[in-house]
């Protein structure tokens, strides 16, 4: 995927008005590099852990009948760890040092996260075609080992 260089500029751009900011890492929800700007952070890693809890705390937003997640923020003895939607197929993530001032991160966040969503075009699924036979059902929703019955549990 060829990355537009006004995402690589937004996120440069980033790291200048947040000096505290340790990396930055856009991923589609399914925990792909879309580009990063990411120094001593395997951005890999982090788009891929970013996107699991996405995932988990859109249940989060759901479950308690909250309307779609727009960001989530993880508080560490180190630092911080924001992630905010862009659009409904990618996230931007932040690392922070614990020394930055999290209101300025997420104004700053929220304004680049307008800007990349203008100008970010993930390429989306191809359109069914009926001469096609469909590819196979998706996965059935698991259901938590606490809530089986204990001769299915093993117990």
């Given at each position: 995927m060829t990355v537009?260089?006004?995402v690589l500029k937004e996120?440069?751009?980033?790291?200048?008005?947040?000096?505290e900011l340790s990396g930055s890492v856009l991923a589609t929800t399914d925990g792909m590099v879309v580009a990063h700007d990411a120094h001593g952070i395997e951005p890999d890693s982090i788009a891929a852990l970013a996107a699991a809890h996405l995932a988990l705390a859109r249940r989060f937003a759901h479950a308690v009948?909250?309307?779609?997640?727009?960001?989530?923020?993880?508080?560490?003895?180190?630092?911080?760890?924001?992630?905010y939607t862009a659009g409904p197929n990618a996230l931007l993530?932040?690392?922070?040092?614990?020394n930055a001032?999290?209101?300025m991160v997420h104004l700053e966040a929220r304004?680049?996260?307008?800007?990349?969503?203008?100008?970010?075009?993930l390429q989306?699924?191809?359109?069914?075609?009926?001469?096609?036979?469909?590819?196979?059902a998706p996965l059935a929703r698991r259901t938590p080992m606490a809530t089986l019955q204990s001769t299915i549990r093993g117990r």
């Open positions: 537009d260089p006004a996120l440069g751009n980033l790291r200048t008005r947040l000096p009948n909250h309307g779609d997640l727009r960001e989530s923020v993880v508080e560490c003895d180190g630092g911080y760890i924001t992630s993530t932040l690392v922070t040092t614990r001032n999290l209101a304004r680049a996260v307008r800007r990349l969503v203008k100008s970010l075009v989306a699924p191809a359109p069914a075609r009926p001469d096609i036979p469909s590819q196979a």
